[in-house]
């Protein structure tokens, strides 16, 4: 599944034959729950289906409640499929000027038990 960027709502890459998952971008725009709602449905029905690890790349530069809320459901899911042997790694890009951001990551890696590596993100996006 692929979801074009736009100014406010984040480039979605998801691919089972890949073993990919990335979003970056920004996400604030109005339609993000149509959005996130087919990303958590293909957690749900396809990422089962993935053979290989996968890493999970989040990369946002502005993102709203709504991105935060669907982040944590994110994680719950991955952690769930982790547990059921599946190889998932986290990589939470952030922008070294954005505190908020990479606190997010951080914990992310405190609240999940899921491998979470932050990278300081020089070009902005993943």
């Given at each position: ?9 984040p480039l ?12 970056k ?6 339609n993000?729950s ?10 749900d029905n396809e ?9 999970c790349?989040?990369?946002f530069y ?18 769930e499929?982790?547990?059921s042997?599946?190889l ?11 505190e908020?951001?990479l606190?997010i990551g ?14 300081e ?5 993943c």
């Amino acid at each position: 599944m692929r979801i074009e960027e736009t100014p406010n709502s984040p480039l979605v890459n998801l691919s089972v034959e890949d073993c990919t998952f990335i979003i970056k971008g920004n996400s604030f725009s109005d339609n993000l729950s149509e959005i996130y709602d087919k990303v958590n449905d293909w957690i749900d029905n396809e990422m089962p289906k993935i053979e290989c690890s996968i890493e999970c790349k989040f990369s946002f530069y502005v993102y709203n409640s709504i991105t935060y809320k669907n982040i944590l459901l994110f994680m719950s899911k991955f952690y769930e499929l982790q547990v059921s042997g599946k190889l998932i790694k986290i990589i939470w890009y952030y922008d070294k000027e954005d505190e908020d951001n990479l606190a997010i990551g951080e914990d992310i890696k405190d609240l999940f038990n899921l491998p979470v590596q932050i990278i300081e993100n020089k070009n902005k996006y993943c």
